[in-house]
């Protein structure tokens, strides 16, 4: 006999709502050597991101890598780390809590946003877990990878089915692929640089300088290197810039293999070497300040262009929790839910302008920075 009534049976005693989990990276839980070794376990254990043979890199990773990289990556971890813990976790719980209010207002129906990282905490199997509970019966997966990559985007669909093997109730699931040329998400990332501009004045040359990656991956088929330079394309012509006025470099190399070119180091001492003086610098690809823009693009490159006779060089911030950036991040979860019933949105423009406008007197109320 059940121990439920009918009802119950189907809805666990909740009504239904949409989820939305927000999916970044990870990062470790301390400045510590022995939580960024845990760290960079699993991250750097995933056959998604290092793609040589397992046995291989198995003895490279335990006899080389995670002997000498954590402390040192602990080093640099601590120049970063807030009074809210690691930067990459304290922009995402803030974005998660203004796009959990956006999409209060925007949605007829319950709707619960939640941040998880695919290494660490908080965990893929925590938020789904959690969705579950408060009745997400359709659930959209958004990684915070506005360009596809196998290396992070397909490794989140990984792990959001690896925990669903084990769930008898499937919710109805859909993933956000890619939002590399959305329209407000290219909107916000020009405001923010005219806002740089307006404070800071205008350098030479805006770099766009994007995550690396192995050159290989380009070469068996990962798109991650064109919708770089399509949102580059984008940004530059939103800001109305002349060729010579801007560039797509990426950073962040790991390993001896060729990766991705031209390099943010060396592209940088390059043109200080050939008399640029002045650079912006802006990071389109991280939606959220971390450890690889705030020491390793506002600090380390600082000095390398400085040091190869630059002057003046600016590190634009990320979108992070900006307002205009939540609104975008809202547009792509309403596109993505269309036709959803029971949280279908109000479609109509008025509707959707009527809703950004009140979500932005709510906001003003509680004298929040949305
Ligand atoms: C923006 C998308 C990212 C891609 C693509 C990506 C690929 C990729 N990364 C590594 C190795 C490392 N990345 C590290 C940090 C890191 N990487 C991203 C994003 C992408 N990585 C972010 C947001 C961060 C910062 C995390 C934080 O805590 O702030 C690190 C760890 C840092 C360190 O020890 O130096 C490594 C290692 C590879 C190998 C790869 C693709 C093959
Ligand atoms: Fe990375
Ligand atoms: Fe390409």
Redesign the pocket.
Known sequence: MSRYSHDEQFFHGKSESLGVLLV?????DEPTTSA?RR??KE??SDGR???IPKVIWWCILNGIILRR??A??AK??AT?WSEDG????ANGKKQQQALQQEMSVRFKGPVHVKLAMRYGNPSILNGLRELRKEGARRLLVLPL?P?Y?A??TATTYDAVSKEMKRWRWLPEIRFVNQYHDNSAYIDALAKSVRAHWAEHGRKEKLMMS?????KR?LELGDP?HCQCHKTGRLLAEKLGLKPEQWLVTFQ?R??RAEWLKPYTDKTLEKLAQEGVKSIDIVCP??P?D???T?E?IAVENRDVFIEAGGKDYTYIPALNHDADHIQALADIVQQHTQGWPEVSPDWSESAISAGNKKSQELAKEKGAKL
């Open positions: 970044n990276l990870g990062t470790p960024v760290y960079l991250f750097l991101v290092i793609e990289r954590p040192a990556s640099l971890y970063v690691s930067p990459l976790l990878y360009q990559s290396t992070t994007f995550h690396g990656l192995p991956n991650y962040s790991f390993g690809g991280f959220a971390c450890l690889e705030l390793e």
